[in-house]
């Protein structure tokens, strides 16, 4: 549990970075990268891709879904 924290707050720490330049402080990474998390392993899924084993797996299913997650929203506020 507390891995899966820790992964979901990497995840989104390194997402927000990515895609923004900064973070979304702990909690928003946090949730984002526990949602991301979800998001990136059906993408994955999806791809028929199995994505790395172990920690690093999650973690770079977790960013992958995380960035997804805020270039969507990304899309939505520019629309509007």
Request: no cysteine; proline share 2%.
């Amino acid at each position: 549990m507390i891995g899966t924290l820790i992964i979901g707050i990497l995840a989104g720490w390194l997402a927000g970075k990515l895609m923004r330049g900064g973070g979304y402080g702990l909690i928003g990474d946090l949730v984002l990268g526990l949602v991301g998390g979800v998001v990136g392993g059906w993408i994955f899924a999806q791809l028929h891709v199995a994505g790395p084993p172990g920690a690093i797996g999650s973690l770079v299913t977790a960013t992958v879904g995380a960035i997804v997650l805020v270039w969507i929203t990304h899309l939505i506020r520019h629309a509007a």
